[in-house]
């Protein structure tokens, strides 16, 4: 899924050959286009379509909408700071021009110079506009959004219909509202293009730019639970260090089961270290044993390997040979406003909804 900021497309290049989508406005312009591009990656196309792909890219006024690829979608962020003066609406209208037969605007609802954007455009032409926000009458209206720990819950009514997606949070409640206006813009975006509005919402919560990174799981008696599907240390660290900036200082537990135990052993110190990212740690034994190095004594990793590591590094870890008892486990250690995150092998990720069940059957528990 092609996503760039604006510029001339290559040599030969025509219309017909990319369904384009334009993202254009003052802030989180890059992060709204890059959220749309990977959730399109995703989508199924629409059957009346055919197969051609979607490209994303990104402008501001001084582009001027200079592409000879006119756009199916021409999503605006931020109008309210991005276009005040005569000139920059003068900008709008060249764009509008440039617009594809069948293509839409998609608009905030919530801001006054939207609004005045908005009727423009459906006064100018015959343009379809799709809005999108908190706003009573928005074609795309944000019912509800909240945070919790390192994900946001939004829940929207488009076309009648109500649908439920969590995305991930880029900070504390004081992001929610931005995070929001993205992620509705994005959602608002595809329901332009006429996809389906439950698919490509979850199409939206999923990690983006590859189906690998974070994903969110759920919640029960105030512990978030995330997916990771980070195996080697470097992307163990990066996911840890990222929850922790999404956290804001959240308790953070890491659920870590090692992929083999031959061919990752050389490994188990470095993945030792990296948990020392976490606040404390429960390692589980590798899920197999990959193929054993031939003519040599090779030491199978075990969860001991990398929780001596860890531990050496100054860090709170735990072995757990049987991974049954893992979600129990996790249970008796953490309290409402923890996180936690399974991360390694197959086996790690199939840990995530045992602990969601374990973490609710806990809260019952408390409960009678």
Known sequence: MPHSSLSPPPSGSRAQDTR???????????????ALAAALSRTRPVRSAGPRPFSVVTADEGDRCATPLAPEVTLVLDA?????????RHTFKECLDRVAPSGAWVVSADSPLSRRLT??????ASTRVVTYGFSEGADVRVLDAVTYGPTLRIRVVAAGDTVDFTVPATGDDTARLPDTHRAVAALAAGHALGLDTAEFANALGRPRGTDRGLT??????????????????TEMAADLQALREMTRGAPLLAVYQPGRAYGEQHLGTAMGHALTLADASLVLDPSGAGPRPQGTAATAITSETVVDAAVSAGSCAFALRDAEAAPGFVSSLVSPGDVVVTMGDTGAELLAPKILAALERSGEDRRR
């Open 20 to 34: 384009l989508i334009v993202v254009v406005g003052t802030r989180g312009r890059a992060r709204a286009a890059s």
């Open 80 to 88: 309210e700071v991005a276009h005040r003066t005569h000139a920059e």
């Open 119 to 124: 009727r423009y455009l459906r006064s100018a």
């Open 216 to 233: 969110p799981h759920g919640e029960a008696g105030g512990v978030t639970v995330v997916r990771s599907d980070a195996r080697h240390p």
